[in-house]
């Protein structure tokens, strides 16, 4: 654990300029990227749908950095937590769905290249649009 951060549940505080609190996805070093929530509470306003423009901006953000990657001829990526992306997603369903545009992007423009989900439910991960699971 990191000395300069304190736990409050799945949030972390950290000594940070900006974002102070954060949600965690496992570790306190997992920061929960804003894929949305499949179901927002509305009094909860921190909790934003998977096609609010800041969950899209996340989505546009992985797929510039797979972009980067992959023009450097790595051959693919490994997912770690993937299913868990989307918070709230308790059938996975949205988070399923995620994959699977995730994958359509990655065929159109490295088809040659994989994606490795590390998903407890391997048949999960490969519906969703994983080539592998881990």
Do not use: C
């Amino acid at each position: 654990p990191n000395p300069s951060v304190s736990q409050r549940g799945t949030f972390v505080e950290a000594n940070a300029q900006r974002a102070k609190y954060y949600m965690k996805n496992y570790f306190e070093s997992q920061p929960a990227l804003n894929y949305g929530f499949a179901h927002p509470d509305p009094s909860k306003p921190w909790q934003q749908s998977v096609d609010a423009p800041g969950p899209q901006a996340v989505r546009r953000e992985i797929k510039n950095i797979m972009s980067f990657w992959f023009d450097k001829g790595v051959d693919g990526f490994r997912v770690d937590m993937a299913h868990s992306l989307v918070k709230g997603d308790t059938d996975k369903k949205v988070t399923m769905q995620l994959w699977k545009e995730m994958r359509a992007w990655k065929d159109a423009n490295y088809p040659q290249k994989v994606l490795i989900a590390e998903w407890s439910h391997p048949s999960m991960a490969v519906t969703a649009g994983f080539d592998l699971t881990s």
